[in-house]
T-cell receptor, first 117, second 116 residues
Framework: GAVVSQHPSWVICKSGTSVKIECRSL??????MFWYRQFPKQSLMLMAT?????????EQGVEKDKFLINHASLTLSTLTVTSAHPEDSSFYIC?????????????FGPGTRLTVL | AQKITQTQPGMFVQEKEAVTLDCTYD???????LFWYKQPSSGEMIFLIY??????QNATEGRYSLNFQKARKSANLVISASQLGDSAMYFC?????????????FGSGTRLQVQP
């Protein structure tokens, strides 16, 4: 299957700093990528849909100025958590949609565990 | 709106036995896709199986099969011959094909523990 990578796999930062998470499709082009957030022992919740060359679409309740998304190329989307606070500590997972796949399957990255002190 | 319901927070199964993980859904889309993912403690999401709403036959992938009952809006995952490595969280998810929303909506998950 298609491979999606995320970097970093984990990050610890101080409150008030910004953190950038990269999501890359390694062997295919992804016009659409998705960013999910998962709090401990909870399900994945969609944060935003990232479209190459256009603005991201954010879910209700997600602050677009706090969670900056840039989809600059067909293989890279970045999520920047600005002025991070302890409540932003979570597991962030991206996925990329393979348009030509038999079932429009989404492939997930391995996730990034963010801890804000 | 789409909604996925997984009513079993946790399940136990003996090694080599079969287990069924429940999933019910609700959607206004006439065409949709249903997915099951496995999430081990490492956090990665592993795709297991897919069922399209217009597929006549239940999907199967190795030891995984999906018991799709459209009228009941259920899409239960059956794992046959459980293995210790099957211990993980399992998420049922849905994608609506006609709303333009391509993201997945996930259920709350079921934690499966396989006992030796």
């Amino acid at each position: 299957g298609a491979v999606v990578s995320q970097h970093p796999s984990w990050v610890i930062c101080k409150s008030g700093t910004s953190v950038k998470i990269e999501c890359r499709s390694l062997d295919f082009q992804a016009t659409t990528m998705f960013w999910y957030r998962q709090f401990p022992k909870q399900s994945l919740m969609l944060m935003a849909t990232s479209n190459e060359g256009s603005k991201a679409t954010y879910e209700q309740g997600v602050e677009k100025d706090k969670f900056l998304i840039n989809h600059a190329s067909l293989t890279l989307s970045t999520l920047t958590v600005t002025s991070a606070h302890p409540e932003d500590s979570s597991f962030y997972i991206c996925s990329a949609r393979v348009v030509l796949a038999e079932n429009n399957e989404q492939f997930f990255g391995p996730g990034t565990r963010l801890t804000v002190l | 709106a789409q909604k996925i319901t997984q009513t079993q927070p946790g399940m136990f199964v003996q090694e080599k036995e079969a287990v069924t993980l429940d999933c019910t859904y609700d959607t206004s889309d006439p065409s949709y896709g249903l997915f099951w993912y496995k999430q081990p403690s490492s956090g990665e999401m592993i795709f297991l199986i897919y069922q399209g709403s217009y597929d006549q036959q239940n999907a199967t992938e190795g030891r995984y099969s999906l018991n799709f009952q459209k009228a009941r809006k259920s899409a239960n995952l059956v794992i046959s011959a459980s293995q210790l490595g099957d211990s993980a969280m399992y998420f049922c998810a849905m994608r609506g094909d006609n709303t333009g929303r391509r993201a997945l909506t996930f259920g709350s998950g079921t934690r499966l523990q396989v006992q030796p």
